[in-house]
């Protein structure tokens, strides 16, 4: 699909905002059924080249701008919290 000029500002505008925010980040790859999901730190964003850089629990990693299906903000506090509650069961 592609997007028009009004379209591409709007991206650039709200990914700007999510910049340096601890993030859910669900993806597609083209020709994938089912989609993956990838929590970390938006770290920067490179749009001549069409790539995110995030630094999740599995390290520093690259993601196409182009796989992204929704990214949605998230506490990092809370999902530490879920972690110890499981981790006492």
Known sequence: MKRNGGEKKMVKKYME???GSYCKIVTREPGEDRA????GTLKDIDYKDGFIIVDSE???GC???NTIVAIKPKSEEKLRNCKKSLKNL
Do not use: F, P, R
Request: no cysteine.
């Open 17 to 19: 905002m999510l910049k």
């Open 58 to 60: 599995q390290g520093l």
């Open 36 to 39: 993956s999901v990838i929590t």
């Open 63 to 65: 993601l196409s701008i």
